[in-house]
């Protein structure tokens, strides 16, 4: 067997022997799963298997596979070779089974190599796992791995009821049947017939039939009472007898097939599958070399799975075919039409207000510029109008010249309201509407024509269109806007443009930033000219902390909740300075002050957290002491309310200059604002119901659409507005009337920790860019005032000057995924590709990534796309959000799995309202169902489409009443008609779904899924069971665990407050599954769904193993930190073939999805009995 290809199989880890007497005190020998458990030792026997060979001592070998082994322990134990750990002395041939040091286990070699690849096992061949007293000694070297500790939870066990377990062995049997018949009939026979040319008939020989029944299945499943074997003293299990057309021949041993190949004319199978599937076979001549025969000389078989995708590349490119003799008949029209417009009085209004713009003096040189090179950077500050004129500047001088060299430009948004509110005000500006010359384009809408040749779209809808047109055919020009922000998409849009501009020299590419780090990007594309344009904002002066502290006399006191604790100050610095009498401070004081001027000032690199009092008066000359003092015990890692406070009185009722306008605070995250805004609420100056001189308004995305536009809202005369936001307010809403800002100094920054795969949101001090971005939206129509709430120094020396990129803090997963649909990046490996972006991220976060694809079955170990993630890249979603789709379409559930995909893609259509928080948590509550935020939003959103069918008042009547967004519910179903097309250009629905089609069949409300999918494909929408199933399927691993809900990677979490879980304190299963984890004061799971021990063993994890542990079987998913115990070994084998057959089934469906699964025989046997396990059990 030596020159067998070894199976993909884990090695038995080395222990420690037994004594004799060790041995006698095990207890009797059981059927069990040879890999070692903590504290037990894998050891196989059988008293058939053992003959007449010598008994091994302690150097001698093990089984005829397992190698030498290590001396015993005892003189007289038996020979335990390190490859197999065995027992006794040489195993004769004929009756050994996989010893060669394996992990031996019930069906413990996976279907995905080959549904048929089994075990021969004699009669009376028993294995056993025998426990290592705590007590006995490990020599040196042959200790165990160090095991993980087991689960405190008490294991739940696997149950099935009889009535199950007939449908499940019925199945099998059928389905072993069919796999046995085809196998023997057509993959042996034909194998018999190319190699030697005898046995032509179809039938197989009488001898081969005997040969195939003398090694009856010994099945794990006794189906009659257990007999004694005489004098053995081991209890045997009766097994049923098998024919040679059914099960047998999917349990050969690797010696079985090199022992029937011998017999019939010395044949070769290479590995087992060859033997299935009557592959590589070549004849084992004695003399004579290997010659391959004809069949191995044929052309490579096609990759079936990967037709789908091919089509799906090909509707792609076909919506991008550019047509030259149309294109230029278009030109010819827009040309002329452009000439006459210039010439009306309203494009020459506008125009004279254009040229107002700073952007509009660099005019000549851009085209300059643009004349001479094909990568152009510009730098502009807010208010300058590059992102209006620039792309204006470039059409219209094309315009003005010959028409086949008209422009085609595409400029990119990092956001869709901007790419919409953009393209209407370019739109206004050339005196026509949107759609037109200009037009926009995002992920569910797009408003363009064939005039179009200023398009502005989102970053990923271009990034969408270089899957088909790789080329970009017909675009002249590609602006990426807003490219300081530094998204995962825009960083990695510039390495593609960056191997683009090389193919395609007539290609130019303009990046425009709205900070200062224009020369980074002009580095990387190798030093391309720069271009800086002045912004146009009116003067804003700039106060920092100590400047706030000093115009509101602000004092803070020791025992403040915003001073710095005990511990956070020196024990010395702190004894010394109580110690110290008010005459001896004082003097010291005085000595300090008099010698200044000779001491060097502390180091600007130290914090200025980390100063004392008189370092700090150091550091700030000019500054009062009862400012410095207030400093040098202030906390300024918190955000200080009481301060914030203090200034907004000042700014409202205070002596100073400055005219009366709005006042914009920025703070970090919803809580503060919350507390912001409770504390205000108490202060009559500030109370929106009995103040007559202050309205507040919270600004947060979480809220609805009603409660943002309130901020847009100017006040009465003599009434001060007053909005507390996040960084919202930073770049993508901008308020005219704002005067002031109050910045906070932090901001909540996703941070991603590849080692526990968590995303934290984490309070952090903004940079330099956002400072300046913050300061000018003081100054956009009147000179403002900005107070920093961090020191002058601190801004100086501190704060980082960019934001840290995205792709540098988020998981990779969906963009390994993007990398590896492009074509130009097919081939490469992933650590190339990322190597050579701008600013690469950390190597572990790709290697997490590239480990969680694998378990997700989207990528290969040598990084290539499987046919599921050929699919999973196409989706523009999360990885796990895409599998939600593809298994809710497979099983029949797709309107619900839908609308959960869509809520998770895009937000939660529930909202709490400031002032009715508590009403808004019971509401929600009445939709929960089964322990699910995900099946409560299922009844909401359900509700919601039977209101539509009501009219528009009703629908508006039931968001109001249920604290539900309408705008939100709305978009959802926009993207799940969205979602229905994608999943019909790759197969999974029926072919020619349209999101424009679908939406027409809403006129009676609706979303229009149910009718356009048919009732087939939403045949289960109603089994919340399976829905559930569904959803642990694509989660997976994101499960917790009660007790005090325990994470694999992260320990102890909690339920996030806005779960409907919070407050159960009873669950009828012990494992949740989610879809978010985060950090903030705690770790959170946001959205969760309780899920049952059937899905978890049918659906998670990527191999179920089953092993033997203190006479019970134990049924683990992974590395066993999920484990169940089964009712009886029977429910384990069973559950164990279920699913291979089911892991098997989804394969062949993913290779090939136009197949209907519930059409063919097979497929709709496996489904049925798996929908009726979930929902019955």
């Not at 278009?330 to 002329?336: A, P, T």
């Not at 999918?1013 to 399976?1026: C, R």
């Not at 009873?1066 to 770790?1083: A, C, G, N, Q």
């Amino acid at each position: 067997m030596g020159d067998q290809a070894p199976l993909t199989r884990k090695r038995i880890d080395k222990g420690p022997r037994l004594s004799q007497s060790e041995g006698a005190r095990a207890g009797p020998l059981q059927l069990g799963r040879c890999g070692a458990a903590p504290g037990e030792v894998p050891v196989k026997m059988s008293s058939s298997v053992r003959r007449k060979g010598k008994p091994g001592k302690g150097g001698g070998k093990g089984s005829s596979r397992g190698g030498r082994g290590g001396r015993s322990h005892a003189s007289k134990s038996h020979g335990g070779g390190s490859g197999g750990g065995g027992i006794g002395g040489n195993r004769k041939a004929s009756s050994r089974i996989w010893d060669d040091g394996d992990d031996f286990s019930i069906f413990n070699e996976s279907r995905r190599s080959s549904r048929s690849t089994k075990y021969l096992l004699e009669l009376h061949v028993m294995t056993s796992v025998l426990r290592v007293p705590s007590n006995s000694s490990v020599s040196k070297g042959d200790a165990h791995p160090k095991w993980k500790p087991e689960a405190k939870v008490p294991l739940q066990t696997l149950h099935m009821t009889s009535e199950n377990q007939e449908k499940v062995k019925a199945l099998l049997r059928d389905l072993q049947e069919q796999d046995a018949d085809k196998l023997i009939y057509e993959n042996v026979t034909f194998a018999r017939r190319g190699v030697s040319g005898e046995d032509e008939d179809d039938e197989p020989d009488d001898d081969d039939e005997q040969y195939w029944s003398a090694g009856r299945e010994a099945s794990l499943v006794p189906d009659s009472d257990p007999v004694q074997c005489a004098g053995s003293g081991l209890v045997e299990p009766q097994y049923p007898e098998f024919t040679a057309s059914t099960l047998a021949v999917q349990k050969l041993s690797r010696f079985a097939f090199i022992i029937y190949g011998k017999i019939k004319g010395n044949w070769k199978f290479d590995i087992t599958q060859s033997f299935l599937s009557s592959s590589h076979l070549a004849v084992e001549k004695e003399s004579e070399p290997e010659e391959e025969t004809d069949e191995d000389e044929g052309p490579a078989p096609v990759m079936v799975e990967n037709e789908s995708y091919v089509n799906l590349k090909k509707k792609i490119s076909k919506r991008y075919d550019w047509q030259a003799k149309s294109v230029r008949a278009e030109n010819v029209k827009i040309c002329k039409q452009f000439r006459i417009k210039q010439a009306s009085r309203q494009f020459q209004s506008i125009l004279q207000e254009r040229q107002l713009l700073p952007a509009w003096e660099e005019r000549e040189n851009i085209l300059k510029l643009l004349s001479k090179h094909q990568v152009l950077v510009i730098s502009g500050m807010t208010g300058c109008g590059k992102t209006t004129q620039i792309p204006q500047f470039i059409l219209d001088d094309s315009l003005n010249g010959p028409p086949e060299k008209v422009a085609n430009i595409i400029c990119t948004q990092p956001r869709r309201i901007s790419a919409i509110s953009v393209a209407e005000r370019v739109a206004k500006e050339r005196a026509e509407r949107v759609g037109l010359t200009v037009g926009y384009q995002i992920r569910l809408e797009s408003v363009k024509s064939s005039a179009t040749r200023l398009l502005y779209c989102t970053t990923g809808v271009l990034l969408r269109r270089l899957e088909g047109d790789t080329a970009l055919q017909g675009i002249t020009h590609i602006i990426v806007d807003e490219v300081h922000e530094r998204t995962e998409e825009s960083d990695f849009l510039l390495l593609v443009l960056k191997d683009i501009v090389l193919q395609r020299p007539t290609l130019q590419v303009i990046l425009m930033s709205a900070t200062l780090n224009a020369e980074l990007f002009s580095k990387y594309f190798n030093s391309c000219p720069v271009i800086t344009i002045p912004g146009r904002t009116f003067p804003v002066d700039q106060f920092f902390l100590e400047d706030a502290i000093a115009v509101t006399r602000y004092v803070l006191q020791d025992g403040s909740p915003y001073a710095r604790s005990m511990k956070q100050m020196s024990k010395e610095k702190l004894k010394a300075r109580r110690s110290r009498t008010a005459f001896e401070e004082v003097e010291e004081d005085l000595r300090f002050s008099l010698h200044l001027h000779d001491q060097d000032s502390t180091k600007d690199a130290v914090p200025d957290q980390q100063l004392d009092f008189k370092q700090l008066l150091a550091r700030y000359k000019g500054v009062s002491k009862s400012v410095i003092r207030t400093m040098s015990i202030m906390d300024f890692e918190k955000v200080n309310l009481e301060l914030i406070e203090a200034l907004l009185e000042w700014i409202v009722d205070g002596k100073h200059s400055y005219p009366p306008g709005a006042i914009l605070v920025f703070l970090p995250g919803l809580a503060e604002i919350k507390m912001l805004y409770e504390q205000l609420q108490s202060n009559s100056l500030f109370n929106n119901r009995r103040s007559n001189r202050c309205v507040v308004h919270p600004l947060h995305s979480s809220l609805s659409s009603e409660e943002q536009q309130a901020v847009f809202v100017k006040p009465p005369v003599g009434v001060t507005k007053i909005i507390i936001s996040t960084n919202i307010a930073e770049t993508s809403i901008t308020i005219d009337d704002v005067v002031y800002v109050i910045d906070s100094g932090k901001m909540k920054e996703k941070r991603y920790d590849a080692s526990k795969g968590m995303e934290s949101l984490e309070d952090t001090f903004v940079s330099q860019a956002n400072a300046l971005q913050r300061k000018g939206r003081a100054g956009r129509v009147a000179s403002g005032v900005c107070f920093h709430l961090f020191t002058s120094h601190h801004f100086s020396h501190q704060l980082l000057k960019q934001q840290l990129p995205e792709i540098q803090r988020v998981p990779l997963e969906q963009l390994c995924l993007r990398i590896k649909i492009l074509e130009m990046f097919s081939t490469h490996n992933l650590q190339s590709v990322f190597s050579r972006l701008i600013e690469p991220p950390h190597t572990d976060s790709l290697r997490a990534s590239k480990i969680r694809l694998r378990d997700l079955g989207a990528l290969t170990p040598d990084e290539k796309l499987t046919p599921l993630g050929y699919h999973l890249a196409s989706l523009p979603v999360d990885v796990r959000i895409g599998k939600l789709m593809l298994f809710g379409s497979i099983f029949r559930c797709l309107d619900p799995a839908l609308t959960i995909a869509a809520s998770l893609a895009f937000k939660s259509p529930f909202v709490s309202p400031w002032d009715k928080k508590e009403e808004a948590n019971q509401k929600k509550l009445e939709f929960a169902f089964a322990n699910s935020d995900y099946l409560a939003l299922l009844r909401a959103y359900k509700g919601w489409q039977l209101s539509t069918k009501e009219g528009m008042r009703a629908s508006y009547n039931y968001c109001r009443q249920n604290f539900l967004s309408g705008r939100v519910l709305q978009e959802m179903a926009s993207l799940k008609r969205q979602f229905t097309e994608l999943l019909s250009d790759i197969g999974f629905v029926k072919e020619g779904l349209r999101a424009r089609e679908i939406e027409k069949r809403t006129q009676g409300g609706g979303d229009g899924i149910l009718d356009a999918t048919g009732e087939e494909a939403n045949s289960n929408a109603e089994n919340p069971k399976l829905i559930s199933a569904m959803l642990c399927a694509a989660l997976y691993p994101n499960v917790v665990q009660e007790l005090k809900f325990v994470t694999k990677n992260d320990g102890c979490v909690h339920i996030h407050p806005s779960s409907v879980n919070y407050q159960v304190r009873h669950f009828d299963s012990p494992y949740l599954v989610y879809h978010e984890k985060i950090k903030t004061s705690r770790v959170f799971i946001r959205d969760c769904s309780m899920v049952s021990v059937y899905p978890l063993v049918l659906f998670g994890g990527g191999q179920v193993n089953v092993q033997l542990q203190r006479g019970e079987f134990i049924v683990s998913l992974d590395d066993g930190w999920i484990r169940f115990a089964a009712a009886s070994h029977q429910v384990a084998e069973l559950v164990k073939e279920l699913r291979c057959e089911l892991d098997q089934l989804l394969q062949d469906k993913i290779k090939s999805p136009s197949v209907d699964l519930c059409a063919c025989p097979r497929g709709s046997q496996i489904i049925n009995v798996i929908v009726k396990l979930v929902t019955t059990q």
